[in-house]
């Protein structure tokens, strides 16, 4: 009882503001900046500026009065800790009793940069991010990077209890279903290092045949001995994958 008590007064609080907020916005002339904000958010910013620099590229090459890079690379940084801590809080809580490997294996597929790229989508985020155009081809995770910006910029302008609320009320309940999302298959960072342990494994193979009878008695040069095991290296992902190696250099 004391808990739905506090979210409703809660809740009422927050309309109350939105509508204060609201009515004090038809006086500015960049109304229509933080009105655009609202339909995403569900509240208006505060500090609008600071939204407005998470959806700032790199590849725009603005900077300060101070010389100093403006874009949302730090704001980036920020959102992938406080997404990472949101998002480890809602999955422990639904999922209750499981064990902590399901636990971050499901929370990974949620932020994985694939996801967050159609989470952009889905707000809308990919229609205000500015950047080169030079750089949107070469640069597939620019709106996911820019959703954890947008996380960073929440952090600030409003709290860590915000940043949940949109994340569960805006996000989860409308894009991710977490019992779905946690029977998808993805593949994740410990493939590639499985399949490299079994390229090292190889060469480790090779070697171990060949160190005995191919190494030079006299005393190698340093140089000598790196590539001697370059070469092995390369024969042992030939051994491995069923290649001629890796390109010489």
Known sequence: MRVSFSRNTQNNKVVLRN???KIR??????RESY???YRILGFFPRDIKVYQQALLHKSISMRSEKGRPINNERLEF???AILDAIVGDIVYRHFEGRREGFLTNTRSKIVQRETLNKLAVEIGLDKLVKYS???SSHNSYMYGNAFEAFIGAIYLDQGYDRCKQFMEEKIFKN???L???SRKEVNFKSKPEEQNGGVIRAYRAVSRRR??????HRSPHRRDIGRYRHRLFQEGVATKCGTDGIEKN
Not at 211 to 216: E, H, M, N
Request: charged share 35%; proline share 3%; aromatic share 14%.
């Open 19 to 21: 509508q204060i907020d």
């Open 25 to 30: 916005l038809l006086f500015r002339k960049d």
């Open 35 to 37: 009105f655009c904000f």
């Open 78 to 80: 920020l959102g992938d």
């Open 133 to 135: 155009t030079r750089s």
């Open 175 to 177: 894009y991710i279903d």
């Open 179 to 181: 019992d779905k999302m």
């Open 211 to 216: 160190i005995q009878s191919d190494v030079p």
